[in-house]
């Protein structure tokens, strides 16, 4: 990322960041298409979120998908009857269950990741770019979190809460926002002392002015970049939670708690367990490869070559 400071003139001329222009997008575009494993998870996750938006418009059973039982047609095996995937004990479509599981499998992780980034990332960035007591305080904070695995303080935290998909997005985003915390923390650190910040002080700009308009742009892809592979683990910590009975709760077609619900009958009918935990594993790697590719491609060196 190329980083612009004025050194003189009104402070409102200050700028920090190039905005996009369509160099830098084709250069983006350019970079998704040469990188093939890039390429595939930018389409995995452009079909998650065609499935999580139009999703009960594509099930071929929505009714099923949403929790309707069907009893007549119960325990098909996949391909039998019209339904692909077959049916599980209560005669529900489980192709029709995973298409509108995708919403809630990919609601709750963007929700947990705003939700996380934007408590954590100001004040990791205060806390970087002030120093002495207050950097003290935060960080001090964070570290009580930190010292509980996050899966587990989230288990902890629904369980008292109460089981609920909301309930869960929120016991992650408060296991979460310590991350950010720490990561943005780091970055305002090594930005506070750059010739481009002190000449921003030198034009009387305000510490807030400073942190939004010169620090956050400038400590913005490393963000991003944790954020898109944050995602993918949240989807698998809710699907846990969900397996627990910490999180959705039936009918939801939720995919974690699909996997639960079939865990009984997985020597006999295998694909009640295994189509929804190739659904999480297909989500997950999408935004795993997504955050690699980011990673490279906004790497600032990339702009160079």
């Known amino acids: 990322m190329t980083l612009l400071a004025a050194t003189t003139g009104p402070p409102d ?10 160099t830098r997008l084709r250069r983006i575009a350019t970079a998704v298409l040469r990188d093939r494993l890039a390429l595939i998870g930018v389409i995995l996750v452009g079909v998650l ?3 999580a938006v139009f999703g009960p418009w594509l099930a071929p059973f929505p009714d099923q998908g949403r929790g309707v039982a069907d009893v007549a047609h119960r325990n098909l095996t996949p391909g039998t009857g019209g ?8 005669g529900r479509d489980v192709l029709s269950r995973i298409i509108i599981g995708a919403r809630p499998a990919l609601l709750t992780p963007l929700l947990t990741v705003a939700l996380a ?23 001090r904070i964070a570290d009580m979190f930190l010292a509980f695995p996050p899966l587990l303080l989230a288990m ?26 720490r990561l943005a923390r780091g970055l305002a650190a ?14 009387g700009l305000s510490d807030t002015t400073i942190l939004a308009r010169h620090v956050l742009p400038n400590a913005a892809a490393p963000i991003v970049v944790q954020a898109s592979i944050d995602i993918g683990t949240v989807i698998l910590a809710s699907g846990s939670l969900a397996f627990l009975g910490l999180a959705a709760q039936a009918p939801t077609p939720d995919w974690g708690l ?3 619900d079939g865990r009984s009958y997985v020597l006999s009918q295998w694909w009640l367990s295994a189509l929804p935990g190739a659904a999480i594993f297909l989500a997950v790697l999408a935004f795993n490869v997504l ?8 790497d600032p060196r990339a702009v160079t070559r």
């Open 117 to 139: 980034v934007a408590v954590g990332v100001p004040l990791g960035l205060l806390a970087g770019y002030r120093g002495g007591r207050l950097d003290e305080a935060v960080m």
């Open 13 to 22: 001329t200050v700028r920090t960041a190039d905005t996009p222009t369509p």
């Open 190 to 203: 090594g930005l506070r002392d750059r010739p481009f910040v002190d000449g921003a002080r030198a034009l």
């Open 49 to 51: 979120l065609v499935l």
């Open 83 to 90: 339904h692909l995937l077959g049916t599980d004990p209560l």
């Open 291 to 298: 955050g690699d590719a980011l990673r490279d491609i906004l």
């Open 156 to 181: 902890v935290i629904a369980a008292m809460l109460g089981p609920s998909l909301m309930h869960a997005g929120i016991a992650l985003a408060i296991a979460w926002w310590p991350w950010y915390t």
């Open 258 to 260: 699909m996997v639960s």
